[in-house]
């Protein structure tokens, strides 16, 4: 358990309406991802974070968008909501040595999830 | 970007078969991961193991980097061993420690 929890587990929406899904930790970890999860797909990456404001987009990040002002959180809000965005949310943090190359380490622990439905 | 690709995409067993799994990937890699999605969605790290061996109970697996792939073996298996099982590689020319992910492998143990 590397101490993450998302909120909320579960959320049905309606299409135009603007979602934000939080996640928290509390290990005081520099690196947060957000992931969705589709079927056929395995988990793409939405967003991620390398420190407090300091934020990138992932290969699916249309339609998305994220805000970290402190170390422990991590939120992801979708605008405006459409069907397409219909899926599981998973947060992940990225536990690591603090070198990079082959002979760091960086192993990733996910939360929860975050089942959210757009109708 | 880097390609993962795993095979098979669906396997069933029944209980007590051994099993492998297989990642590919096209590209140098600095870390590699198995997971194992429950039943219940939950993500459960299997193993970091960017070169070499580990074994944990019934549970071993293999990266050959040089070559590209890596090997997931389950010896054994239970019914709790259903699931879907994913590799996930963090590319050596990428940056930010991102994890690209396989397709998975769907794992039904039947009793």
């Known amino acids: 358990d590397a101490g993450i929890t998302q909120s909320p587990r579960h959320k049905v929406t309606e299409t135009g309406t603007p979602v934000t899904l939080r996640c928290h930790q509390t290990?005081?970890?520099?690196?947060m991802y957000w992931y969705r999860q589709d079927p056929g797909h395995g988990l793409r990456l939405i967003h991620y974070?390398?420190?407090?404001?300091?934020?990138d987009k992932g290969e699916v990040s249309d339609g998305y968008s994220v805000s970290r002002s402190k170390t422990e959180d991590f939120l992801l809000t979708l605008e405006s909501a459409t069907s397409s965005q219909t899926s599981v949310y998973f947060c992940a943090i990225s536990a690591m040595s603090g070198t990079s190359g082959p002979s760091s380490y960086n192993e990733q622990f996910f939360g929860p999830g975050t089942r959210l439905t757009v109708l | 970007g880097i390609q993962v690709e795993q095979s098979p995409p669906d396997l069933i067993l029944q209980e007590g078969a051994n099993s492998t799994l297989r990642c590919n990937f096209s590209d140098s890699v600095n870390n590699l991961q198995w997971f194992h999605q429950n039943p219940w969605g939950q993500l459960i790290n299997l193993f970091y193991i960017p070169s070499g061996t580990k074994q944990n109970g019934r549970l071993s697996a293999t990266t050959v980097a040089t070559e590209r792939y890596s090997l997931l073996y389950i010896s054994s298996s239970q019914t709790t061993d259903s699931g879907v099982y994913f590799c996930?590689?963090?590319?050596?020319?990428?940056?930010?420690?991102?994890?690209?992910f396989g397709k998975g492998t769907l794992l039904t143990v039947n009793p």
């Open positions: 290990e005081n970890h520099r690196y």
């Open positions: 996930a590689v963090e590319n050596s020319g990428g940056s930010n420690y991102k994890l690209t």
């Open positions: 974070s390398y420190g407090v404001k300091d934020t």
